[in-house]
């Protein structure tokens, strides 16, 4: 099997097809969260600065993208 990278450097099956599927709320999440360095960044800054709690940037950063696609959701990546 073949793949291509998406516009995000998301490595894709070359048959892949977007629209015939529903993308569940992994997909969604991992499409939307913040890089990985920037993660890493702020994980750092909240062990540096006794934060690591919900009211850390770390936490704050993945909480917005986690409330947007709860688990068990779904939607359709492009409208009909």
Do not use: C
Request: proline share 6%; net charge negative; no cysteine.
């Amino acid at each position: 099997m073949a793949f291509h990278k998406d516009e995000n450097g998301v490595a894709l099956p070359d048959d892949f097809d977007p629209r015939e599927i529903e993308w569940t709320y992994d997909i969604s999440r991992l499409k939307e969260f913040p890089h990985f360095a920037e993660q890493l960044d702020a994980l750092w800054h909240d062990i540096d600065n006794g934060t690591l709690d919900k009211t850390g940037a770390f936490y704050t950063l993945l909480k917005v993208t986690k409330d947007k696609y709860p688990k068990g959701s779904t939607r359709k990546p492009y409208k009909e």
